[in-house]
């Protein structure tokens, strides 16, 4: 085992220590599951985010077909997003749980690109239905509706917030993106780009870990 998650705990009360030691270190053990930053590893605890079933929920690999979502990506957002069909979110396990996560993911055959993906029903649109949005990091040409999206998702960035105003909405996504780039080039990270799973046929690998 190797530690995965450090942070801070409130002490143990003891009268004879010195008061200015109020807290202890604490570290979460993991087999098998890195760890990009220290600073990741607070703002998750922050968060109060299941740290040890969620991230041993991942990698997480999907695939599917895009289609038409809410239409707020591109329109409002200028963050043109792919959305999976209903399957896709249904066959979720239940340790994924809502926020933003990231990783990599590539359309048909097409080169594999970092991706940045909400899963959840984004707070501050109100959604009554669950969803899957994928912004794909790369300047695509045309829309990709209709086409297959492979998408392996290898860390988790925060959960779902709701903001007070399109501005901040807008603000948290680009940080999310920017997030999601530096974590993506970290070495433990980069080895799921060149996986098989981008490479099989389409019919081949079932969703799952």
């Known amino acids: 085992l190797r530690p995965v998650l450090a942070g801070l705990a409130p002490a ?20 098998g599951v890195g760890v990009t930053s220290l600073l990741y ?16 929920s991942l990698p997480y690999f999907c695939r599917g077909e895009v289609i038409r979502g809410f239409g707020r990506g591109s329109k409002e957002l200028g963050i043109p997003t792919a959305n999976f069909q209903d399957s896709v ?14 990783g990599w993911a590539s359309l048909g055959t097409g080169d594999v690109h970092k991706m940045v993906m909400s899963i959840g029903w984004n707070p501050y649109y109100k959604n009554t239905k669950k969803s899957m949005e994928t912004h794909v990091i790369h300047t695509f040409k045309e829309d990709f509706y209709g086409q297959i999206l492979s998408v392996v998702m290898v860390g988790y960035i925060r959960p779902e917030r709701n903001y007070s105003s399109l501005d901040a909405l807008i603000a948290a996504i680009n940080s999310d993106i920017e997030e999601a780039k530096r974590r993506l080039d970290m070495p433990e990270h980069q080895k799921f780009k ?16």
Do not use: S
């Open 12 to 31: 143990p009360r003891n009268p004879n220590r010195d008061k200015r030691f109020r807290q202890v270190a604490v570290v979460v053990w993991l087999e």
């Open 41 to 56: 590893g607070f703002r998750l605890l922050a968060n109060g985010a299941n740290i040890i079933i969620m991230m041993r």
């Open 89 to 102: 979110v249904d066959h979720l396990p239940a340790d994924i749980g809502t926020g933003i996560y990231y």
């Open 194 to 209: 060149e996986d098989k799973f981008f490479k099989a046929l389409q019919n081949q690998i079932m969703n799952g870990h």
